[in-house]
Structure formats: C-alpha cells, structure tokens
C-alpha cells in the first residue's frame, strides 16, 4: 500500500509543489507571516548597505539605489498590509471571532500601515534606526499571525484523524481549488478598485463573470466531494472531509450569489475568505509532529493528540520558492518547514526514507 502510494506521489509531486508554492497569499495566518519574513529580510539587506557602507563614502554613495529599492519595498509593504486588514475587517463582519476584531483593533492602535509607510521615508535617511524597526515589524507581524489562531478551538475545532488516507490526485484537486478561490479573491478586489471608475453597465458583466467563475469553483468542489464519498469506505473513513467540503460549497454557492447582484465588495471578499479558510481548517494535527507510520521515527512522532486546526499550521510554512538569507539572529518564531495535511503525510514520510536509503 506505501508502494502505490508513493508511486501516486511521484505523479503528482511537481504539480503539488507549483501550487504549494503559490498560496503564500491563502489565509490571513499565512499573510501576516508572509509580511513578517518580508520585513526580516528587508532589515537583513538593510544591514548589509551599512555593513558595505561604513567609513566608505563612494560605497555610500553607491548603495542609494539600493536603499531607495528598500523604500519602494517598504511602501509596497504598507498596501499588502492595508489589504490583509480590510480582508479581516470583513471576515470579522462575518463570522465576529472576537480574536479577529482584538489583532484588528491592535494594529490600528498601533497605525501599523501609516508606520510601514513612513519607515519607507526613513530607510533613505536613518539606516540603523530602520533595522530595528524592521525587526521590530517582523515580529509583531509573527505575533499577530498568531494571535489569529484559536489553539484549543475551545474543545469545536472541525474535523478529526481520519481513518485513512486521501488519494493524492484528490489533495491535488483540493489545493488547485484552494489556489482558484484565492485567485479569485484577488481578481474580486480589483473589480471592486475599479468599480468607481465604471459605468454600471461595464461594471455588471464584471462581476457577473467573477460569479460564473465562483460557480464553476463550487462545482468542481461538489465534485471533488462525491470523489471522496465513492472511496472504498469513504463516507466512513472521511466522513469529516465530506462534511467540510459540503459546508465550503455552500459557503462558494453564497459568494456566487452576492457576485451577481452584482456586489464586489466587502460581503463577497468576506465569503470567499471563509471559503478559503475553510479549506484548510479540517484536521486536528499535532504541529511538531511528524508522520503516522512511515519510516522508524519520522519528524519526532506524533502521538499525542491535540485540537490544533489546520489553519495554525498552514500560516508558519515558509515559501520553498523564496531565498532565505541566513543571518546571526534568526526568528524565533514562523520559521519552520511546510507543514502539510496530515492524510498525506505518512506517505510523504515513507517517500523521503526511501530517497535517504538509495543516497545512502
């Protein structure tokens, strides 16, 4: 059986890890910790200009356009930032998690945009000082990305252990389905950008197509359900899957209905939110646990059991497309590896033991 499952693997391996790769911007847990390896790398080559810089005047001199690159990025920053937070302005609205509204309410306090913007003006003049205040981003970004997170779900977090595992041609539908939705929450906020500038009769067949592309997604998830249920045993053995992907198609039935009113706005980016967070809010995973049974102690175990979903896990995942610059001081926190859904990851497991035996 680990045979056959490795062998499905190897077909959908690249085609898993292209998507994987592209949902950096999926969940707000995995935004804001986006955002703060952002700013720890920027105060990486902040540092880096002044390290070249010092007591040299001609590199001084040449190192300006870099820190104006610096600058733009900062700024950049600033409106990646606006964006998360009207997205959970409008998951708030909807779903009113009160540790939403808390982070929401932090930020503000704190004009975290209006900060980021001006630390674009003061990279350009005050170096040193920008470090700190990048590092200082980076980490209260990380914060809040976990502050997000309810761990113990209060004893309701969706979704159990299966009883066995997804075919991985299915969690490749999935993840394409996830990668849709995201798409199309950012192709929703455009239309809404632009919807000022539209007559009404440009504007509507916008939003309408947005809808169709809404129902086409829902579709291809009532789909992927019924994929599931006729598995050997499948309404027994991912009788939580099945209910999740019901509850997320209802949720896409919602979106489509608002987009076609047409309505752009903050109802529609708040469904399509839920949708996407949903998707990868179906399991209690032990977060530094590894496999269930392939290898002889892959990843340190994972035994216990715990009322972690999903969500917490899928923000702290680094981007394997990403360079990561490796410094003296390293975050603490949001810096460990992909953390994947636990129906696959035994076979994962037994997948890179096998790799590690033929190097060996």
Known sequence: AQKDLVAEFDKVADELNKVLANLEGSTLVKRLKAASRKQYLIAGKISDQVDAAFGNPQAADKAKPAFDELSELEVKSSQDLSMIMDDMQAYFER?????????????RKQDAIGSLRQLGEDVKKEAGISIAQSEFWSDTFDRWADDLVDPACSGQCPGGKSKASLPPSVILEAMQILEAEVNLREETRVAEQAKPALKAEQ???????????????????????????????????????????????????EATGILARPDTGSQAIAAETEAIELLLKSKKINPKGGGGGGGSNPGGGGNGETEDAAIA??????????VREEREVMQATGATGNNLPEEFRTGLDEYFNRLERGAD
């Open 95 to 107: 779903r009113r998690f009160q540790r939403f509204k808390t982070v929401l309410d932090e930020m």
């Open 313 to 322: 896990l899928i923000g702290s995942g680094l981007n394997e497309k990403e």
């Open 203 to 253: 504007y509507k067949p916008r939003a309408e197509k947005l809808s169709t592309s809404q129902k086409g997604i829902a579709e291809r998830l009532g789909k992927l359900t019924t994929r599931v249920r006729e598995l050997p045993e499948g309404a027994a053995n991912f009788g939580d899957e099945i209910a999740l992907f019901e509850q997320v198609e209802q949720i896409m039935d």
